[in-house]
């Protein structure tokens, strides 16, 4: 935390204070080291100093795999901690929007919810130390629609390969069976008990096929539009890492791009009369935006037109 570094939630849980708590006391503190002070004209000045070390733990839960009930539990303790880090007062609010926000969104009503919103916290908390870390964080209390989309896909995805598990194991256990009675005929008649514990609870394999592992907001994707989306900066379709798009011209190299990414990781645009105006991220898709409280910012990202946004944009692939 003092380095600033992401740390699991699951070292502020009260499951991992009460594990720290009987750590400490359990550490040895009758043992001791010569630490040098400082030499001044060939001496040194010795200190003794008690040693005792702290490992990570090995019951340690990744964020992803945390509850929305553990999360809940934790946030307060890892807020607290903040501080520990010198954070600036915008980045602690930010990290108060962020679980603010999420409380009060309106997924956690819908089945699964708690598990999508577990997952949108996993991946949004671990992707936002990785952008800090390269120079460029963006605000972690605007809950983005295309990475909670992703979120409720992996949701699906882990709980098909569960299914798929589940159904695999049953049919081993039932060929082991079927394999015992044909290799022991004396047994072709079991007891109720030996029924009772070998009994298959009957499942119907999904017939929908596995989606693919979808790459963290690799493009716009909604549910209305389950196709790749054009991104906001090239107006391309291909899959890419849409929110760092770095390219310079637009899709088909015809032209440079109009518009850069600004302090606050939103689009604005670099040149022509427009040069420096932030642009609406809803009204560059299919959708587009009804706020009316800033029209000036619905122009096209590709062309910075008003008619349409980047996804009706005649520039676009």
């Not at 991992?16 to 001791?32: G, I, T």
């Not at 932030?278 to 008003?306: I, P």
Request: aromatic share 8%.
């Amino acid at each position: 935390m003092s380095q600033r570094k992401f740390v699991e939630l699951w070292y502020f849980t009260p499951e991992a204070y009460a594990e720290a708590k009987e750590q400490r006391s359990n550490v040895e503190s009758n043992r001791f080291e010569l630490a040098a002070d400082d030499e001044r004209k060939g001496a040194a000045t010795f200190t003794l100093v008690g040693t005792h070390s702290t490992k990570p733990s090995s019951n340690a839960v990744p964020d992803a795999m945390l509850t929305w009930a553990q999360i809940s539990r934790a946030k307060s303790a890892f807020l607290n901690a903040l501080p520990i880090g010198n954070y600036s007062s915008e980045y602690i609010a930010m990290f108060a929007g962020f679980y603010t926000n999420m409380d009060m969104h309106e997924e956690l009503q819908k089945p699964k919810g708690d598990l999508v919103m577990a997952q949108y916290h996993a991946d949004m908390r671990r992707a936002w130390f990785a952008a800090y870390e390269d120079g460029e964080p963006f605000d972690l209390a605007v809950i983005s629609a295309e990475a909670l989309q992703l979120s409720r896909e992996e949701v699906r995805n882990k709980a098909h390969e569960r299914a798929l598990a589940e159904l695999g194991t049953a049919k081993k256990q039932q060929q082991a069976t079927t394999n015992n009675l044909q290799s022991n005929p004396s047994q072709s008649s079991p007891k109720k008990s030996d029924l009772k514990s070998r009994r298959v609870t009957p499942y119907t394999s999904p017939q929908k096929k596995k989606a693919p592992e979808p790459e963290f907001q690799r493009s716009f994707r909604s549910v209305d539009h389950p196709t790749l989306q054009r991104c906001h900066r090239c107006l391309g379709r291909d899959p890419h890492f849409v929110r760092k798009c770095s390219r310079t011209s637009i899709w088909n190299n015809s032209r440079k791009v109009i518009c850069d990414w600004n302090e606050k990781s939103y689009l604005e645009i670099c040149e022509g009369i427009h040069k420096g105006l932030e642009l609406c991220a809803d009204w560059q898709r299919t959708n587009g935006c009804t706020n009316r409280g800033h029209t000036e910012k619905h122009r096209c990202s590709g062309c910075a037109s008003t008619n349409h946004g980047a996804n009706g944009c005649p520039d676009g692939e």
